[in-house]
């Protein structure tokens, strides 16, 4: 997914669930929908007029409008005017328009109501956990339809009553992605499964790590770049009822993180900094990064190139920039990083429209594997017959030399599991740790010092909590 500057913004308090409280099914009688009745006599609403999708940024309409809406005014749909409702993520902003908008979903009117809001993976359990999202079910799309969706993606939109109410076109799992001509030239060979070999746990990483600075190279750009792979693969999740506690592999981070700052394996920058950008540049000194599938085709490749790559897919090509000369393996542990949800709201009055669009975006294998095919998207799509008609086809990827990487992907979304992992605090704890640990590993503060800032910060954010 397009995450760049993302993650940047800091959590607000979580809105309890019961400040959605008068969002429940029978909200769509407000407003002036009329109604009309289905083959069996059954009265039921007609289509709304409005179909407004709260969002953060363009990605999803960028697919929406690509894939979905064939006629050339992208502003409306089969009579349905498309209202994208977009907040920036910095500040919490988002959430914070969205939770407005969902206090007052039973009054507004038609027009006004909510109809699709998106959800990232690290706040997701605030509104899975809700009565916010209508169930899938409840919309008629079935377990069949979902057969293709790696499970792991089912589990992050699934509420306590075992009903999944959010779906997505996209799997995010990670790999490493290195360059492949300082791989030749620290380690004798740029091939994928023998760089693999050399840094296929943690151990052998640091090891190479190693190397790399002895050659004036460093293993990672930044503080955060290794956090997806503990805070994904934690045991529990970071709140359990109203209490926080740091998990074994958050304090793994913490530790290997500063070995790594102490060292000089790392540059000491920050996610989405232009130092951190700068360095996926071909003069620039870092060996990799690890990268979910959108940070592939977005982040690394925009960053990485001379000439943009425009919308047709031209300065796509050898030469301009790094463009070619990256190489992903799966690193030393299996991970993901980001993923969007698609989200009906209780109250609106699309739910037949709503249905198509989740059925054609997130489950229609041959949309899915264009989805993954267009050199301008390039989405490992939530479908898994999709990815293996592009792998069983040949698929390679010029962006990484003509490597097909969908397969190593594809291992990687299989062994993710995302039960019992998640809570609704996640994106405001995790931005706050990395921020107030930084002051740690630049030497700044104390692990102790950091650590209380930490517990601050939180209370602040989240009162509610305990630690």
Known sequence: MKLKRILAGTAAAVI??????????????????????????AETPEQGKVLNIYCWNTEFQERFEKFYVPNADKSVYDGVKINWIQTTNEGNLYQTKLDEALKNQQTAVAD??????????D???????????????????????LKNQYE???????????????????????????????????????????????????????EVAAKMK??????????????RLFSNNVSAPWVTGNKITIDDQIARWIELTKEYSDKGYNHATSLWDDQWSADMKKDANVFGYFFSTWGIAFSLRD??????????????????????????????????WGGTGI???????????????????????????????????????????????????????PFLGGQNHL?????????????NKLSAYDQGLNEKLQSNMKLYFNGQKTYEEALKLFYSDIKSLYPNLTH
């Open 407 to 419: 397969a190593l992907l594809t291992e990687a979304a299989e062994k993710l599991d995302m039960s």
């Open 112 to 121: 006004d109501k909510i109809d699709i809001f998106l959800v990232e993976m």
């Open 343 to 397: 989200v009906a709201c209780q109250g609106t009055d699309n739910e037949a429209l709503i249905k198509d669009i989740m059925l054609k975006l997130t489950c229609d294998t041959e949309i899915m594997k264009s989805m993954t095919a267009d050199e301008t998207v390039q989405d490992y799509t939530n479908n898994k017959e999709a990815i293996k008609l592009l792998i069983d086809e040949g698929y390679t990827n």
């Open 303 to 336: 960053a990485t190139v001379d000439q943009k790559i425009k919308d047709d897919g031209s300065n796509a090509k050898e030469g301009n920039g790094l463009y070619g000369q990256w190489r992903a393996c799966p690193g030393p542990v299996s991970y993901s």
């Open 123 to 145: 706040y997701a359990a605030k509104y899975v956990n809700s009565d916010v999202a209508v169930p899938l079910a409840d919309l008629g799309i079935t377990s069949d339809d």
């Open 214 to 227: 002895e050659k004036g190279y460093y293993m990672v750009s930044g503080y955060d770049d290794m956090y």
């Open 16 to 41: 309890a669930v019961t400040a959605f409280s008068g969002c429940g099914k029978g909200s769509s009688s407000s407003g002036d929908s009329s109604t009309g009745r289905d083959p069996s006599g």
């Open 152 to 206: 792991y993606t089912k589990q992050t939109f699934t509420n306590p009553d075992g009903k999944q109410v959010a779906t997505t076109w996209q799997a995010t799992p990670g790999l490493y992605m290195y360059r492949a001509d300082i791989a030749e030239e620290v380690l004798g060979t740029s091939d994928p499964d023998k760089v693999q070999e050399q840094i296929s746990d943690l151990d052998k990483f640091t």
